[in-house]
């Protein structure tokens, strides 16, 4: 099977030659002066002209077209690739292996709530989606210890933004996906990490996405905690806002709950 760029030059190739032969011969065959062959010959050339540019217009549209169809496959395998990677790291991680998605789910319809869309809603939600991906460099002895941690412990944890931003920063499809996981720790006071980061300092994506989880962290049994009821953690978040949260975030979360909410059990990501 010819390679679309061969199939293209071949078509063009067999029109024009075809144009070349014919439309001569017909030129010869019904005119005879010097002047009227000139003109004919010279509509002929734009006539061509405007046919080929059609007709590449169509072939190249085409090409595109398929090209385009290939790149959205490619992008939903990589998309589905990391769906299953993570889903596994949260099974790995004693989690439900759900909580990676649900979050995704709320931190797309929040970020469309707020007029996200396009290329910039897919690099959030692939962020959202590996949010905790840094946490595959830290040893499970500490990552799923029932008990309180030591000072030494959570600082190894703390670690995890910068593993999920260098192993990101080198994969071309993930780079603009770097905000979520490097900055959803940080805090609206700056009391967190990994910079210390205060207000607007955190990128708009990882300020939204730490109010989303945060609330679907207390709402699940950890190894190290027990669950929230639903009515404690509304009222932690409105607490905190101002103090470790973007308030606006938190107005937006409340005001829009109940859609954000049934969003986590939608059931495609992308």
Known sequence: MLKP????VLIYLVFASCWVYFSDSLVGLFFHTKEMIILVQNLKGFVFVGITSLLLLSLLRTDFGRIEQINHQLR?????????WVQVMDIRHEETGEHSLRVTRMAIKMAELMGIEGDELTWLARGALMHDAGKVGIPDAILIKPGRLTDEERAIVQQHPLIARDMMWDIEFLKPSVDIPYGHHERWDGSGYPEGLKGTETPLAARMFAVIDVYDALLEERVYKQPWSEARVLEYLEEQAGTLFDPEMIRLFIDHYDEIKASAKQRSLF
């Open 5 to 8: 760029y061969y199939r293209t």
């Open 76 to 84: 939903q395998s990589y998309d589905q690739t990391l769906q299953g």
